[in-house]
């Protein structure tokens, strides 16, 4: 479909609008296509549970970010003018959007256009919407023919690094909160998942649509609860066993060592990590293990006290080892800090202990036993 000129790009929006309408429909929206009577205004009201939206549809020729959210920002504009008392809803539409691209303008629309709905789309089914009621309308492209692979490629990615920090969001609840630092909410839908994240509502969409598609998701609850968890934990164990960087290192100066290893782990870019982060939560299993530190690179320069660490010389005993973190987002936002030392949260402890040579088994099952059974059941 090409949009060169005024001519076609009035037919995009026009076929922009009738699709909208066609999804809000869909969601159980009442259209009222609007008259324009001036050549600029909304596109549609809509009305739902009481609730009312004027919007203006606008469409681009191309799907880039320059070129989009000015539009967007037009549509609200002309929205927001013609409400009338409804409240506003700005949509923009391309032949073709990148979620990138979706999920910029919805972080624009928050922070410039809070009270508007917001609403991104392209021709090939890519749906993209923030506000009230609009969660439904969310979707990604249907894909030319390859829908079998890119749902391989998905289920590949269930344990993707904000999707097991998602996956902990959604079972915080169940945990205390002095394991594992999270929102502890119950949500409804992607969108809501999303907010409490801070994640992307496609990141957040896509994660919810392959629980629905792999049955780990309950279907008849009025918000998002886990089941199969034993199956799930199991494949989540699975996925973590890799090799990992590590650096192991010794604090230059002599000195108390708890003291210096505090300063390394001070403004949040490092925390301890598998058996010295299980011993700080209460759950120490295995001793004589020198501590280990994740940090998102094995680099002293990352880290807030590099001039006081050293690489070890060979033979030489380490007081720490850097690890680089495997899902560095899922490990940094989960930390908690018990006696105010930063550690990892009691799920990423079990799951990097677990195929630890050095009685990291042990260790696993204690804290499975002790916390994270009555998790893992609660969703049968």
């Known amino acids: 479909m090409s949009y060169r000129g005024h001519v076609n790009i009035a037919y995009g ?16 929206w009442k259209v009222d296509r609007q008259p324009r009577r001036e050549q600029h205004g909304p596109s549609l009201r809509v009305r739902r549970r009481g609730f009312t939206y004027a919007v203006a549809v606008k469409a681009g020729a191309e ?41 910029q303008i919805l972080r624009f629309a928050r922070e410039f256009a809070p009270g508007v709905g917001a609403g991104v789309m392209d021709f090939r089914g890519l749906r993209a919407f923030r506000g ?35 996956l902990k969001v959604l079972l915080a609840p169940e945990i205390p909160g002095r394991m594992l630092g999270a929102p502890r909410g119950r949500y409804r839908n992607a969108s809501e998942l999303a907010r409490a994240a801070g994640v992307s509502v496609m990141t ?35 996925s973590a066993q890799h090799a990992a960087t590590e650096a192991p290192m010794r604090f230059a100066l002599p000195g108390d060592t708890s003291a210096q290893l505090a300063r390394v782990l001070a403004d949040g870019r490092a925390c301890l990590a598998l058996f010295a982060a299980a011993d700080a939560l209460g759950l120490g299993h295995v ?14 320069g990352d880290l807030p006290a590099a001039n006081s660490l050293r690489p070890c010389a060979p033979g030489e005993p380490p007081h720490l080892t850097l690890r680089e973190a495997p899902a560095p987002e899922s490990v940094f936002r989960g930390v908690v800090r018990p006696r105010g030392v930063a550690a990892c949260d009691v799920v990423q402890v079990w799951l990097d202990v677990a195929s630890h040579p050095s009685r990291g088994r042990e260790q696993a099952e204690l804290i499975r036993r002790r916390v994270l059974d009555p998790v ?3 969703g049968r």
């Open 63 to 103: 799907g880039r970010p320059d070129r989009l959210v000015p539009l967007f920002a037009q549509a609200v504009l002309e929205a927001s003018r013609h409400a009338g008392g409804a409240t506003p809803m700005a949509v923009v539409a391309a032949p073709k959007v990148a979620p990138r691209t979706a999920d």
């Open 287 to 300: 001793e004589g293990v020198p501590p280990y530190v994740y940090v998102r690179r094995a680099r002293t």
């Open 204 to 238: 957040a969409f896509r994660l919810v649509r392959q629980l629905h598609r792999e049955g780990y998701l309950h279907e008849s609850r009025p918000h998002l609860e886990l089941v199969r968890r034993e199956h799930l934990f199991r494949r989540w164990e699975a």
């Open 13 to 28: 929006e026009r076929e922009a609008t009738r699709l909208l309408a066609t999804a809000l429909r869909r969601a159980g």
């Open 132 to 166: 009230t009621h609009l969660d439904g309308l969310t979707s990604e492209p249907s894909g030319d023919g390859a829908t079998g692979a890119a749902q391989r490629r998905e289920s590949g990615q269930l344990f993707s690094d904000l999707n097991q920090w998602m």
């Open 376 to 378: 893992i059941a609660g």
